[in-house]
């Protein structure tokens, strides 16, 4: 694969997207960010589809009429559902459906084939001769019809055709049981409401009764053994070989000569006529007027002998002579599957588990992950011929060497696991089925939505070492067969993706919503932006990105928080020169939350303080570093060079940062106006005193918005309250400190920020 193509337009909430994916086999994953709410589900979601064959149910699912272009391309050709395979963050009760794959071989792979295509042929030939289908669409669901039946006809315990083989004991003989077609005998209708009725089942009794006398009067006939239906096979068959030539005759009781085929069919006739001419047989007729009576009645006449096994006492009994009489025809495939079969199941007897790629699957699953329970698996023979899913059976063994074992419903049932250990269940899963693909060496474009969402740090490292094993599996011509695409909300794990499966820069993305148009856009930044912005102090070239005299003035405003921080967790050297402010950690908190010299503080101490911590001084020479205030900048470059569609971080970065201040310079400047007394911890006094409990406090926005609440309107404090969710308290080099406002759109940012400047 060498490039994939979307082309979605009102699939799923995305209204539009049209994407090209570039795989090399260096770098065969491409990696996208999407915040929460944009993208990543719906587009996941199409692709489950496909992977379905369920193409026809993608769409808009509340605008239902409207237009919808779902194309997936590879390297120019349709997407096939067998290529993609969706792995969701979490789907309760997923159970695999390769188990079976994994535990068998080569060979024993070509011996199940061989004895699968018997049975199918076997089945297929039921199919004709008992109307039944083997399978049937129902409220679009597909319902298995005529093994089920089968086995419960019998019955046998174990609900498979295949493993009951050696209970059928076929007939010596063909009868003319297998002319009759099981589905009109038994159809409920005709079964409830005409053969089981009281009148047809009297007349049968009847009817019996005259016919034994009819038959005495055939010295030649024998109840049971040879009766009118097999006086009519042997007409069919003296017929076929041209019987009578040549003066040949049959004997019937030793004084009947039949020297004709004409004189055999008039005898037959004969007896046919005495039978259906009886009044009892007429009564049988008229109970039978609809269209499934009458093809019961047609049946009753060809077979008059029939009426024997439709007697109640006689009709499950007549079940097992139908189905037993259509092997009979089928007998030759019937005895060659048993041997097979026969073979075929030693072989599974035999099996050593741990020899399989299943047992390689568990491996893999425990060497990354800790369950309280071990895994066998309890109807290997059927699992293995495809009839019933395995069934894993979960051993639990207490620290007294108690062991307790429990199938998959069981332990849903009793709510035993953990919400981790079920996920981790999940994920066994569909490690098996990544395997199955390995094995087979599937061309397989993986959809990795959240995987290791909600996990703790150690299992999600070691699901994304799992990731990077995939990711280098290779073919015999050492090309990769898997592609993924991995996507994710959370940018911690995004960058962890990125470092440990060395994601090339081109294939590290990130969403962007424009105009009601998704883009799946280059990562602005390789790596840790933190870096750029330090190494960028002049405006030029850097990771293949042009900067210009504004970016390098924002790249110098992003770094106070982070800056801040160094100097936080290392040794404060206090090497600025600004009068009043001898730490330099205070000096750049003056610059995040509006204190007296905020407006005052000039760039001058921000180039000495960043020389001190990180080595770079080398600012813009657009910035008079004498003259010019931090606090202006920030407010010029929040208002006139940040635009609704540039998500970069240090535009929501500088723009959180000028939300904070012009908030705060707000607040102080109501409450210094208010004549209130203001509440705080126990405490209670005038705005003075409550500003001069502020200044000491470290959260001062938190703080000084407990006291305007006391005295603002319903309006400005659900503008300022917006402040506190939109806006980190710290925004930390950690990656999780800034993830909040990398989730959050810019267009909300410069909302937020023109709602409190308005105030």
């Given amino acids: 694969m060498n490039q994939l193509k979307i082309e979605f337009e009102n699939c799923f909430g995305i209204e539009k997207l049209d994407k090209e994916f570039n795989f ?83 060979s024993l792979k070509i011996q199940l084939e061989e004895v699968l295509n018997i049975r199918n042929e076997i089945l297929k030939n039921l199919e004709k001769k008992s109307g039944l289908k083997i399978s049937k669409t129902s409220l679009g669901k597909i319902i298995f019809e005529l093994e089920p039946q089968m086995m419960k006809d019998f ?87 041209n019987f009578f030539v040549k003066d040949n005759k049959i004997l019937l009781n030793g004084d009947l000569n039949i020297s004709t085929i004409g004189e055999l069919n008039s005898k037959i006739k004969e007896i046919e006529k005495k039978l259906k001419d009886t009044k009892e047989f007429v009564a049988i007729e008229k109970l039978l007027s609809d269209a499934k009576g009458i093809a019961l009645k047609d049946i009753i006449e060809t077979y008059p002998e029939i009426l024997e096994e439709l007697k109640e006492s006689n009709l ?97 049932d009793k709510d035993s696991l953990s919400q981790g250990e079920k996920r981790a269940l999940y994920l066994l899963n569909i490690i098996f089925d990544i395997e199955k693909r390995k094995k087979d060496n599937q061309k397989t474009l993986f959809i990795i939505d959240d995987i290791a969402d909600s996990f703790d740090y150690k299992n999600k490292y070691a699901i994304i070492e799992y990731l990077k094993d995939i990711s280098e599996e290779k073919d015999i011509f050492g090309k990769p067969y898997f592609y993924m695409i991995i996507l994710s909300h959370n940018f911690d794990f995004y960058r962890s ?43 030029g070239k850097h990771y293949k990105i042009d900067f210009n005299s504004i970016d390098v003035k924002k790249h110098i405003l992003a770094l106070i928080p982070f800056v801040r921080n160094l100097i936080e967790y290392g040794i404060d050297r206090g090497v600025n020169t600004f009068t009043n402010i001898d730490e330099d950690y205070l000096l750049l908190t003056h610059l995040l939350h509006l204190k007296n010299d905020t407006k005052h503080i000039k760039f001058e101490q921000l180039k000495m303080i960043y020389k001190e911590y990180i080595g770079k001084d080398n600012f813009d020479s657009s910035i008079n570093i004498i003259n010019d205030n931090v606090y202006d900048l920030i407010i010029e470059i929040a208002d006139y060079h940040i635009s609704n569609d540039d998500n970069k971080l240090e535009n929501k970065i500088i723009l959180a940062i000028a939300i904070r201040l012009k908030a705060e310079e707000f607040m102080i400047k109501e409450i210094k106006l208010s004549s209130h007394i203001f509440c705080w911890k126990n405490n209670s006094g005038n705005q003075m005193f409550f500003l001069e409990y502020i200044s000491t406090k470290g959260n001062q926005t938190r703080e000084l918005f407990s006291g305007f609440c006391q005295i603002g309107t319903k309006e400005v404090i659900k503008v300022l309250d917006s402040v506190n969710i939109m806006t980190p308290e710290n925004i930390h080099i950690n990656s999780f400190m800034y993830e909040p406002l990398l989730d959050m759109d810019i267009s909300e940012l410069k909302k937020l920020f023109n709602d409190v400047k308005s105030l």
């Avoid at 272009?69 to 309760?92: H, P, T, Y």
């Avoid at 081109?506 to 912005?533: A, G, R």
């Fill in 24 to 106: 090399t086999p260096e770098y065969n994953v491409n990696l996208i960010y999407a915040k929460n709410g944009l993208m990543k589900t719906s587009f996941t979601k199409v692709f489950k589809k496909f992977q379905e064959g369920k193409e026809d149910k993608i769409g808009d699912l509340i605008f239902k009429n409207t237009p919808v272009k779902k194309n997936i391309l590879i390297d120019g050709n349709n997407i096939q559902k067998e290529e993609i395979f969706v792995i969701n963050s979490f789907e309760k009760a997923y159970e695999s459906g390769s188990i079976s794959s994994l535990l068998i071989n080569d």
């Fill in 155 to 241: 019955p046998f315990f174990d609900k498979s055709f295949l493993q009951n083989l050696n209970s059928f004991i076929l007939p010596k003989d063909n009868t003319y049981f297998e002319n009759i077609k099981y589905c009109d005998i038994f159809d409920e209708s005709v079964l409830n409401k005409k053969i089981k009725s009281t009148e047809f089942q009297t007349k049968i009794t009847e009817y019996i009764e005259k016919s034994d006398e009819i038959y005495k009067n055939y010295a030649f006939f024998e109840k049971g053994s040879f009766t009118l239906p097999k006086l009519k096979g042997i007409e069919k068959e003296l017929k076929g070989n």
């Fill in 316 to 412: 499950e009994q007549f079940r097992k002579k139908l189905w037993l009489s259509y092997l009979k025809l089928d007998e030759d495939n019937f005895e060659n599957l048993k041997g097979k079969y026969s073979i075929l199941k030693t072989q599974i007897s035999s099996l050593n588990i741990d020899d399989t790629t299943w047992k390689e699957a568990i491996d893999i699953f425990n060497n990354r992950f800790t369950l309280p329970f071990k895994m066998e698996i309890d109807n290997l023979t059927s699992s293995i011929i495809g009839e019933t899913l395995p069934k894993i059976i979960f051993t639990f063994i207490d620290k007294n060497g108690r062991t307790i074992k429990l199938n998959r419903n069981e332990l849903e």
């Fill in 497 to 539: 993706i990125s470092s440990r499966l060395d994601i090339s820069w081109d294939k590290k993305l990130h969403v962007l919503k424009i105009n009601n148009e998704i883009k799946i856009v280059k990562e602005h930044y390789q790596n840790n932006p933190f870096e750029i912005w330090k190494d960028v102090m002049s405006a």
